[in-house]
């Protein structure tokens, strides 16, 4: 069973930047899609980007242009840049694989000044 577990969250002002990063642990052969999703309090999760185990990335709207998702095969890691960051970027941000569509357990992004 594919586990994903994400890591770099934090406070940032403003503006500021953060990376986040994703390890999947377990049998990692099958991946086909990773992705990105977070959840702000009060609301339904949402998609931020997904990459294909062959790079094929796409963006939501909200957030084109100011992260860039990627990834490493050997490595069996994710990775999301997020540049020019906004208080509304303020959120849990998950990590998703498929198959076997699982999620992990999040990692806090809060961007405050």
């Known amino acids: 069973q594919v586990q994903p577990m994400e890591s770099g969250g934090g406070s940032v002002q403003p503006g500021g930047s953060l990376r986040l990063s994703c390890s999947a642990s377990?049998?990692?052969?099958?991946?086909?899609?990773m992705g990105w999703y977070r959840q702000a309090p009060g609301k339904q999760r949402e998609r931020i980007a997904t990459?294909?185990?062959?790079?094929?990335?796409n963006y939501a709207d909200p957030v084109k242009g100011r992260v860039t998702i990627s990834r490493d095969n050997a490595k069996n890691m994710m990775y999301l840049q997020m540049n020019r960051l906004k208080p509304e970027d303020t959120a849990v941000y998950y990590c998703?694989?498929?198959?076997?569509?699982?999620w992990g357990q999040g990692t806090q992004v809060t961007v405050s000044s």
């Open positions: 377990g049998n990692i052969s099958s991946i086909l899609i």
């Open positions: 990459i294909s185990r062959g790079g094929i990335t």
């Open positions: 998703y694989v498929s198959p076997p569509g699982v």
